[in-house]
Each structure stands twice: as C-alpha cells, then as structure tokens.
C-alpha cells in the first residue's frame, strides 16, 4: 500500500499534466477525445516518470520481502537482514551509497514505460467507445 497508492496517483497527476502539456504544444483545444499517439506517448512517460520518482521505496519493498530466505541467498553475496523501512533506507544508504536505492532502475522503467502507454491506451480507446454508444443514444 505504501508502495501502490502513490505510485498510481503520480501516474494518473503525470498523465494529467503531459497531456495538458501536449494539446499546448499541438495548439489545440484540449478535448474530451484522446487519440492513440497522445495516449501511448503521454501514457508511457508518465508511467515512467512516476517510477523514477517512486522507485526507492519499491527497491525497499523488495528488499524486506526478501528477508527470511538467509538460506538460499547466501550463494548471492551479504545476507542483510533489517529492522523495518527506516532501517533499511539508512542501512542501504550508509553500506551502499545513496545512489543504490536506484539499482535496477533501468529495467523497471523499461517495463513501466510500456506498460503505462499500453494501459492509457486501453483506457482511453475503452472511453472513447463509451462515449461513442452515449452520444448514439
């Protein structure tokens, strides 16, 4: 839940903002219809944006679901086991830098991008169907 909530609310205020920022820069009048191009580019980049912000806090996440399992990650390097979520932070931060709360950002980004274009794509062709029947009506 710490995770989750903010990372969808950063995704959808993202979303909101870049497509604002795009019916600027297209000079056009911002419309209740949102095309395919809009959607997928304005999709994925507020996806990938809410990860760079968010991403710490799901490195955390993984990092104490991971505890408990001592036994098999021993072949992986240190076994750290923490506290909880403050421990972790200052336990990371002081034995790997702070700049290692970003380890494996690149793929999570990779994979929010796309999946963040491809769910606002989705959602937006589903309400322009919707609104389609409605106005049929």
């Not at 419309?31 to 944006?49: F, K, N, R, W």
């Not at 104490?64 to 506290?83: C, N, P, W």
């Amino acid at each position: 839940m710490v995770y989750a909530a903010p990372q969808a609310g950063l995704t959808f205020f993202f979303y909101h903002v870049y497509t604002h920022f795009w019916d600027l820069i297209a000079h056009r009048v911002p419309t209740e219809y949102i095309g395919t191009p809009e959607s997928l580019t304005c999709g994925s980049v507020a996806s990938a944006s809410a990860k760079l912000v968010i991403y710490p806090l799901d490195l955390i996440k993984k990092r104490l679901q991971v505890q408990g399992f001592e036994e098999a990650r021993k072949s992986f390097g240190q076994v750290v086991k923490y506290r909880g979520t403050i421990d972790c932070i200052v336990s990371i931060a002081k034995r790997e830098g702070t700049r290692s709360l970003y380890k494996g950002l690149f793929p999570s980004v990779i994979k929010s991008f796309v999946q963040g274009g491809v769910s606002f794509w989705s959602y937006e062709q589903t309400c322009n169907v919707f609104r389609w029947l409605h106005d049929d009506t």
